[in-house]
Every structure is written in structure tokens, then in C-alpha cells.
T-cell receptor, first 113, second 114 residues
Framework: GEDVEQSLFLSVREGDSSVINCTYT??????LYWYKQEPGAGLQLLTY?????DMKQDQRLTVLLNKKDKHLSLRIADTQTGDSAIYFC?????????????FGKGTHLIIQP | NAGVTQTPKFQVLKTGQSMTLQCAQD?????MSWYRQDPGMGLRLIHY???????DQGEVPNGYNVSRSTTEDFPLRLLSAAPSQTSVYFC?????????????FGQGTRLTVV
């Protein structure tokens, strides 16, 4: 089955850019997602990218996909204290994904003042 | 819009007890699923359903049962709770797959088995 790997922690200074990386093993993942989880809360979809795209930009968020290396990254520009959360990379074969997403273990984004 | 509603939010069980975690969505979504979240483990899929009357196992189905008699509801049953089932449980729903679809998650049920 799919395996999704992320580093567990990332520490950045407020105002800098954050880059969260993810690698996946299943080339049949059609959709790749980034979710955000704040303490004690559920998951919030931040953005997604189709496997036939290289890049997607949405305001402060930029997603880069390298299909050859099966590498996905999320860049958050001008990181703010409100960005402090756990970020999950997930892959799915169909859109939406509630029929079964494979999640990474999550990256804790820590913002230094 | 209520979205995805999970009840209860918190629950403490004794080993061997049974209970049902409720999940309801009011968005007429076809797909629903249950995940458990454990520290350092991310979210792991327990069971999922692609429509009323259809369910399938995910990565960690043992010890859990599900049924999908209606589009709106997808309850998760623990038949005989074990301490290893202490976790935070998330229910999700989404429309049938396609462009611009999104999985919506409930707020979670924090379960402790003692």
C-alpha cells in the first residue's frame, strides 16, 4: 500500500518562509493533499494538487510536485504565529478522499518570534 | 451547515465494554470514513464506505465494526474495548471523487480505555 513520509518537526522564524516536505511511494495516487490540524481540532484541508500538475499556488501557499522523485512540498510564505499547527500530507486515488486517504505522520510547524 | 458531526466528544470506557461512536453528515456525501489518530502515527484508516449499504476495511480494521444503512450516518462500533484502542477518532465525508472535491472532517472523539 501507500507509504507517506514527512519529517516530524520544522522550526522557522516569524516572517520567514516554511517549506514542509513529503515523499510518497504509490505512483497511483491521483490526488495529493495538505491538511492542517490545530491543537484539539479536526483536520482542515489547505490545498490539493492533481498528479498531472507540477505546481499550484493559492495566496501564501505554494505546492510543488516532483512526480519523478515522488516528492511533494508545501511552502508557506511570510509565516505567521497562526500557522503554528501540524501539517499532514495525504495521498488518494480518487478526489475528495473520504474513501480512504493515506496520511503521513504529520509535521509540527513551530514558529519562533 | 452542521457538516460532519461526531458524538460523543470524549468517552472513557473500561476494558471489555462496547460502545458506538456516532458520525453524521448533512451534505449528502457518498463517501464516509473513520480514522484513528495516535501520537507519532498520523491518521490511519479504519473503515470506509462509498455509499449506503457498502463498507470496506482500511489499514487497521481489527476490533471495529461499521455499517452504512443511510447516506447520512456511519457509526463505528467497538465490540470489546481494549487499551490499545485509546485514541482520537475522526470521521470524514466527501462527495464521490472528482475535481474540486474535498474531505470534511469531524472534530474528533477522544476515547480512553482503562
Amino acid at each position: 500500500g501507500e507509504d507517506v513520509e514527512q519529517s516530524l518537526f520544522l522550526s522557522v522564524r516569524e516572517g520567514d518562509s516554511s517549506v514542509i516536505n513529503c515523499t510518497y511511494t504509490d505512483s497511483s495516487s491521483t490526488y495529493l493533499y495538505w491538511y492542517k490540524q490545530e491543537p484539539g481540532a479536526g483536520l482542515q484541508l489547505l490545498t490539493y494538487i492533481f498528479s498531472n500538475m507540477d505546481m499550484k499556488q493559492d495566496q501564501r501557499l505554494t505546492v510543488l510536485l516532483n512526480k519523478k522523485d515522488k516528492h511533494l512540498s508545501l511552502r508557506i510564505a511570510d509565516t505567521q504565529t497562526g500557522d503554528s499547527a501540524i501539517y499532514f500530507c495525504a495521498g488518494g486515488a480518487s478526489g475528495g478522499g473520504a474513501d480512504g486517504l493515506t496520511f503521513g505522520k504529520g509535521t509540527h510547524l513551530i514558529i519562533q518570534p | 451547515n452542521a457538516g460532519v458531526t461526531q458524538t460523543p466528544k470524549f468517552q472513557v470506557l473500561k476494558t471489555g465494554q462496547s460502545m458506538t461512536l456516532q458520525c453524521a453528515q448533512d451534505m449528502n456525501h457518498e463517501y464516509m470514513s473513520w480514522y484513528r489518530q495516535d501520537p507519532g502515527m498520523g491518521l490511519r484508516l479504519i473503515h470506509y464506505s462509498v455509499g449506503a449499504g457498502i463498507t470496506d476495511q482500511g489499514e487497521v480494521p481489527n476490533g471495529y465494526n461499521v455499517s452504512r444503512s443511510t447516506t447520512e450516518d456511519f457509526p463505528l462500533r467497538l465490540l470489546s474495548a481494549a487499551p490499545s484502542q485509546t485514541s482520537v477518532y475522526f470521521c470524514a465525508s466527501s462527495p464521490r471523487g472528482g475535481a474540486n472535491t474535498e474531505a470534511f472532517f469531524g472534530q474528533g472523539t477522544r476515547l480512553t480505555v482503562v
